[in-house]
């Protein structure tokens, strides 16, 4: 009888450890999805600059198309000073374009690389947990 009741003792004592470390992982699994909402959250604050500077693009062809409407409008022919500040306004166009085109492939690389961290992470320390808590479980 004395046997019968250490081994449902002895399993009640094991669930109740599962039970533990079954909460710890859980609240160390939350923690780890907060850390990844909030570096979500801030790569999205990336992206405002690139919302301002769009409006900024689309300001700035609004201007070339209105140049060159006028310069169709008048005298019909080009002048070589007309054409290189149009190409010069082109050109920064151009370049800013490039840089938003840049950021934005960053911000969208962003996620997964961090989803990889964080898996790559959540593994680590996972395995020193279980490792921490193998040899208790054995020598039990």
Do not use: W
């Not at 009640?12 to 710890?24: D, E, Q, Y």
């Not at 859980?26 to 301002?52: C, H, M, W, Y």
């Amino acid at each position: 009888m004395k046997t019968i009741k250490d081994l449902l003792l002895a399993l009640v004592n094991a669930t109740l450890i599962l039970i533990a470390l079954c909460l710890f992982l859980g609240l160390q699994v939350v923690n780890r999805a907060n850390d990844i909402t909030a570096t979500f959250a801030s790569n999205l604050v990336k992206l405002e600059p690139v919302k301002a500077e769009v409006a900024g693009v689309r300001e700035e062809v609004a201007g070339l198309r209105a140049d060159l409407q006028t310069l169709q409008a008048g005298s019909g022919e080009l002048s070589s000073a007309a054409l290189a500040g149009l190409e010069t306004r082109l050109d920064a166009v151009s370049g800013r374009l490039d840089g938003m085109q840049a950021t934005v492939q960053e911000v969208k690389s962003l996620p997964y690389d961090l989803t990889d961290h964080a898996i790559e992470k959540a593994a680590q320390e996972f395995g020193a947990i279980a490792l921490r808590f193998a040899p208790a479980q054995i020598e039990d």
